[in-house]
């Protein structure tokens, strides 16, 4: 079976790494062509009975949330429930033109749909001939106020959410949607409208945002945590954990969110189409269950959902700095610093508070806080100051942890950054003893492709955070460049690149 694999991927990358493919191109189909598929054990091979699994198991996880919000919290907070006069900044849409549409065409991902009638690559390289059709459907949207009916259907793909994850739990898959082209494009436009004011984002929001990114969130977020350590203060990171977050965002709230916030008209009822005449089915293989409507959430994997989940968010930011207590959100990543002195007796208690004030929000506006899921960073010059500092929510303490992965990025309690420097030079070195087996079938420009992808972007994800590392710690990443720039001129024996690697696994990698 992995020679199997091997041949797939060989024979993939050759169709990749064509001369008129870009690297960003090349970079984004080598995650998919290199993932090497799980064994299914324990799933039922019929198909149709896997799908039904599936959609009943999302569909009740969904229900149950919502129904737990029920019995809490009947009524609407009033930051939620009031809606008071202000100016209308956008009662309609901009019309299109042809060289737009063109623009769009060439920027919108080439995902296609099993409901698209044709390859959205197809369109794309067309689009010199389709500019004006498509022109002429979107501007009927926009018009019209009103969502096309045959755009609103998603198909859902199961995703495995991490490849060591039990593949036979079906609480270990995310649930993507995959929409048709044409209405993602329709998507793009509205959000390039919407985007123009900024004042919609929390200041502190840097999920989907443009110019923004989980590095321009963790820069700030360690800033924060190291001037506060500077002072002598001690700090309490706690990373809130959402389920099921995006699925149950609340079609009225948002929809009241937007009227506040001054658009209303044209745009409110195209946005109202929009999230509510939704429908998803499940899909595994050729086979399709029959659609099933959505009354609440906005779908993952459409454009204007993240942008529509900020919004959604927005008031949580208001309510944390209220509290003089700082926060840093990645669209559902919700982090929130507490700094106080060392002395300070009464700052848990403060903490507490202030964590059941966001608790109450939460429900207030259909989202689930999942305290057993929490984590909490003590950032402090000495491990003593943190005894006795363990935040409760709902009843449950929540764990006060040495180390924890924030966006993808290891930060211990001194935030030397450490743990993340001998993360991701272990998981480098195992990227480049898999790739060293593809060597002898790739051009040397092909494999320095390959290396960049699955190497080097290991070493610059979040680069800005190495800044003044030790020497001892940017040594272990300086080792990783040298062995790939070796695997890739072909500068070592096979014996000398072996005991690097063993060496490099030996000593702590």
């Known amino acids: 079976m992995l020679r199997q694999y091997t041949l797939q991927i060989i024979f993939s990358l050759q169709l990749i790494l064509r001369p008129q493919r870009t690297i960003r191109q090349s970079c984004s189909?080598?995650?998919?062509?290199?993932?090497?598929?799980?064994?299914?054990?324990?799933?039922?091979?019929?198909?149709?009975?896997?799908?039904?699994?599936?959609?009943?198991?999302?569909?009740?996880?969904?229900?149950?949330?919502?129904?737990?919000?029920?019995?809490?919290?009947?009524?609407?907070?009033?930051?939620?429930?009031?809606?008071?006069?202000?100016?209308?900044?956008?009662?309609?849409?901009?019309?299109?033109?042809?060289?737009?549409?063109?623009?769009v065409l060439g920027e919108v991902r080439a995902t296609t749909c099993i409901l698209d009638p044709c390859p959205s690559w197809l369109v794309r390289e067309a689009r010199g001939g389709l500019a004006e059709w498509v022109k002429v459907v979107a501007n009927a949207s926009l018009r019209e106020g009103i969502f096309p009916a045959s755009l609103e259907l998603a198909v859902i793909k199961p995703l495995l959410k991490k490849p060591s994850l039990d593949p036979t739990q079906l609480d270990n898959y995310w649930p993507i949607s995959n929409l048709p082209f044409l209405g993602k494009v329709v998507e793009h436009v509205v959000a390039a409208q919407l985007q123009v004011d900024t004042d919609f984002?929390?200041?502190?929001?840097?999920?989907?945002?443009?110019?923004?990114?989980t590095e321009a969130a963790l820069v700030t977020l360690v800033d924060d945590l190291r001037r506060e350590l500077d002072r002598g203060s001690v700090s309490l990171l706690v990373l809130l954990d959402l389920s099921a977050a995006f699925d149950t965002v609340n079609h009225g709230i948002l929809l009241g969110r937007h009227a506040r916030m001054g658009l209303r008209g044209t745009f409110l009822q195209w946005l109202r189409s929009f999230l509510e005449g939704c429908s998803q089915m499940v899909s595994l293989g050729d086979t399709c269950l029959a659609p099933q409507p959505l009354?609440?959430?906005?779908?993952?994997?459409?454009?204007?959902?993240?942008?529509?989940?900020?919004?959604?968010?927005?008031?949580?930011?208001?309510?944390?700095?209220?509290?003089?207590?700082?926060?840093?959100?990645?669209?559902?990543?919700?982090?929130?610093?507490?700094?106080?002195?060392?002395?300070?007796?009464?700052?848990?208690?403060?903490?507490?508070?202030?964590?059941?004030?966001?608790?109450?929000?939460?429900r207030a506006n259909k989202l689930k806080l999942n305290p057993d899921k929490m984590e909490v960073l003590l950032v402090s010059r000495k491990a003593k100051q943190g005894i006795g500092l363990q935040p409760v929510l709902a009843?449950?303490?929540?764990?006060?942890?040495?180390?924890?992965?924030?966006?993808?990025?290891?930060?211990?309690?001194?935030?030397?950054?450490?743990?993340?420097?001998?993360?991701?030079?272990?998981?480098?070195?195992?990227?480049?003893?898999?790739?060293?087996?593809?060597?002898?079938?790739?051009?040397?420009s092909d494999l320095a492709i390959v290396v960049h992808a699955l190497v080097t972007s290991l070493l610059d994800y979040c680069n800005a955070l190495y800044l003044r590392l030790p020497l001892k710690m940017a040594q272990k990443l300086q080792l990783v460049q040298r062995a790939a720039a070796r695997l890739i001129t072909g500068a070592v024996s096979k014996l000398l690149f072996k005991r690097l690697m063993n060496y490099c696994f030996n000593s702590g990698f």
């Not at 211990?412 to 002898?440: H, K, Y």
């Open 29 to 103: 189909e080598l995650s998919e062509v290199c993932y090497i598929p799980v064994p299914q054990d324990g799933i039922p091979d019929n198909l149709a009975a896997h799908c039904e699994a599936f959609a009943q198991f999302f569909t009740d996880k969904v229900a149950l949330i919502c129904s737990g919000f029920d019995t809490i919290l009947t009524a609407i907070s009033k930051d939620v429930a009031r809606a008071p006069a202000c100016p209308i900044l956008m009662d309609s849409f901009q019309l299109v033109q042809p060289e737009d549409v063109d623009k």
């Open 201 to 213: 984002l929390d200041p502190a929001q840097s999920g989907f945002r443009p110019g923004h990114g």
């Open 295 to 362: 009354t609440c959430g906005v779908l993952q994997g459409s454009v204007l959902s993240p942008m529509l989940f900020n919004i959604y968010m927005k008031p949580l930011g208001e309510i944390i700095r209220s509290f003089g207590v700082r926060c840093h959100l990645y669209a559902d990543d919700v982090q929130l610093c507490h700094s106080f002195p060392p002395v300070t007796k009464e700052a848990l208690q403060v903490l507490n508070r202030r964590l059941a004030v966001v608790s109450d929000w939460m």
């Open 395 to 444: 009843g449950v303490a929540l764990p006060l942890k040495t180390q924890v992965r924030s966006l993808g990025v290891m930060l211990d309690s001194s935030l030397s950054l450490e743990p993340q420097v001998s993360v991701v030079a272990r998981g480098a070195f195992a990227q480049l003893r898999l790739v060293r087996q593809l060597r002898p079938f790739l051009k040397k």
